[in-house]
């Protein structure tokens, strides 16, 4: 047999500290995640968005879009 | 008629689970096999992780120095030297856990047997687009596609992450 006797093993509260130590762990992870989506997809969603309308001139693109003859109701100015 | 009622006799006996279950496929992926009957009636011996002491010993009928070691468990176990006591356990159990927990090859025929009939799928498709299906319809030819993406462009699909946002309006070409 072995030299000496084993250490005797942990025979209580072995879910709760299975869930305190997974629980950390998910807070963690969930954190990461919903961090990470903001700053790789949210602030540079927003950031596209304000770029575009910042020197949007509605007229322009409408007239341009005219022209280009997708319009049903107003066809290009030579017609 | 005959001979392809045999065939279809001959496919209906062979299935998976007969294939599988075979004991020269089982002894391949290097699992054991048992290979007498069993009487239900009686106690059974069984090697499982969850059940870890069965409920018969494996070896009842000892022969000589088998009984000699048996009547000597009688006694001190201290006395006993570590091929004894290795061999008791081995009279009692079939399989030390490490066996039992030992995972067997059966993954690489699933594996195997998986590609293979994906391949051989594949190669069914490939007859079907030769010789069933018809013309793919007009509207996916590279003309029809080229105004197809001319307009989206005109009607500025999705200008701020999307299509059209791709599109250089001023040098009218797609962006580098």
């Keep these: 047999m072995s030299a000496g006797t084993l250490a005797k093993p942990a025979m209580r509260g072995l879910l709760g500290k299975r869930l305190r130590f997974h629980l950390a762990v998910a807070f963690t992870l969930s954190l990461a995640a919903a961090a990470g989506f903001k700053f790789s997809v949210t602030e540079p969603r927003k950031q596209a968005y304000a770029e575009f309308y910042k020197n949007y001139d509605a007229m322009k693109e409408f007239e341009a879009m005219r022209e280009a003859g997708v319009f049903q109701s107003v066809r290009p100015k030579g017609q | 008629m005959l001979s392809s009622r045999a065939a279809v006799r001959g496919l209906q006996l062979f299935t998976w689970r007969s294939l599988s279950t075979s004991t020269c496929v089982q002894e391949a992926h290097g699992k054991e096999v048992a290979t007498s009957s069993i009487d239900c009636s009686q106690p059974q011996y069984n090697d499982r992780l969850d059940t870890p002491l069965p409920d018969i010993p494996y070896v009842t009928k000892f022969n000589n120095e088998q009984s000699k070691l048996k009547e000597k468990e009688k006694g001190p176990w201290t006395q006993l030297t570590k091929e004894e006591k290795l061999a008791l356990y081995h009279l009692s159990h079939r399989q030390t856990f490490a066996e039992m927990k030992k995972g067997s090859s059966e993954w690489k025929t699933v594996v ?37 993406t001319q307009r989206m462009i005109d009607m500025r699909v999705n200008p701020i992450s999307g299509f059209s946002s791709e599109w250089d309006y001023n040098t009218k070409q797609w962006k580098k």
């Design chain 2, 112 to 148: 195997g047997g998986l590609f293979f009939f994906l391949g051989f799928t594949g190669l069914v498709i490939w007859w079907q687009r030769v010789f069933v299906f018809g013309k793919p319809p007009h509207t996916l030819s590279e003309e029809w596609v080229a105004m197809q």
